[in-house]
């Protein structure tokens, strides 16, 4: 982990709402400042609105984690173009349409993040009515108010009409018979592959899920695979005597769920960098849109290859061919497995893609990042990216639910995907 740059008072306010549990659901409160003078975009409502819409899929019990990334950058689509249709200065994504003149920007923001979320959570109405009347309220009342709440309910209902039949909850299953190298489910649930229909649902931003498919994961009986068979063995096991207390300490901070994690980081972006509405809404839409390609993708390889955990590799390391690799029956991870094929690894890739958004939207490598961990109550902090990056790749191996060869993989697919999504999306327009 590189340099702090935050106080130590910051650090231990953060660590300590982190401690509380606090941390994501304090945000989720639309702001209760005095409501901004008319006619000005209080940036505010952009985190706000990010904040609950994490809540709401993190408690929405129709999706899995994985479909919340999905569902999130749906969110932050349509915030987008609401405001940059009021306001300019940046390319749309799908809503092409130009506000009226003196349309709020703000209460465009609200419409929009509202529209998609009770209309993919509905579980959730009355919850977001509330938190929608809240943020609405601090608008004053007259026509910029009502232009935008219009629009930013067009520019929700355009994503909404545009994502109709993308291959969401296609009736796809993993059918491939166990065989060596073959996942299959593990224990203690014994869980199917989840979100099988992930890989084949049309992305927003890529032309496929396969534009940056990741190359084809080691054979069993290679030197790669070997190397990083005995590596897994002997760090991510849940007796292991030789992964350190730090090793232990960076797993653990990485097994939790990765949307409300980077989520939260974003909104710390924001606030750092004082953002206004509409660098607000672009840094947030490049982050989740490239995060929810780099889902799919990820999970297209996953159905792909197909690839056995290590639990499963260690079981049973006396049918996969390599002489090489040593049979252990009472080997299990560190934390259980996810329920779904271990090639490439998802956290990986969105974790990636959200620290090289940020590095091409700020044009700069020093981030100055902020991150909380849903799983231990504990707040890091780094100075690049490419540091988080690294913590993830080692942390995810250390929990003995991956291969190293799978989190570089991962890795990877964000880093080349967002690099492409942030040179052909976002760009600034020059009006006149």
Known sequence: ??????????????????????????AAVPATADPPVSGASDPAVISDWNAIAANTLRGDTTKFPAD??????????????AVVGVEGRYAPYLFNAHAPSGTSSQAAAVAAAHEVLVTYSPYAQTTLDAAYAASLAQIPDGKAKTRGIDFGTRAADNLIKQRANDGRNAPILFTRPPAPGVWRP????????????MGFVTPLLVDSPTQFAPPPPPALTSQRYTQDFNEVKALGSATSTVRTPAQTSTALFYSGLANPQLQAMLRDQAALRQLDIVDAARMF?????????????????????????????????????????????????????????????????????VTRALEKVFDTQQLQLTVISTAVPDVRHYDTGAALRQDVVDGRMWLGVH????????????????????DHYFQPVHDG
């Open 285 to 353: 839409a490049a982050a989740d849109m490239s995060a929810a390609d780099t889902i799919i993708s990820v999970w297209h390889a996953k159905y792909v290859y197909g690839t056995w955990r290590p639990d499963t590799a260690i079981n049973l390391a006396d049918t996969d061919g390599n002489p090489a690799t040593e049979p252990d029956t009472s080997w299990v991870p560190l934390r259980p497995d996810p329920a779904y094929p271990e090639y490439p690894s998802g956290y990986n890739g969105v974790v990636a893609a």
């Open 186 to 197: 593990t224990p203690p649930a014994f869980a199917p592959m989840v979100d099988p229909w």
């Open 68 to 81: 919340n990334i999905l569902y999130m950058a749906f969110v932050q689509a349509a915030v987008y173009d």
């Open 403 to 422: 291969f190293r060869f799978a989190d570089i993989a991962g890795r990877d697919i964000g880093l080349q995907l967002t690099n492409w999504t942030l």
């Open 1 to 26: 982990m590189n340099g702090q740059s935050r106080s130590t008072l910051t650090r231990s306010w953060l660590a300590a709402l982190a401690a509380a549990g606090l941390l994501i659901s304090l």
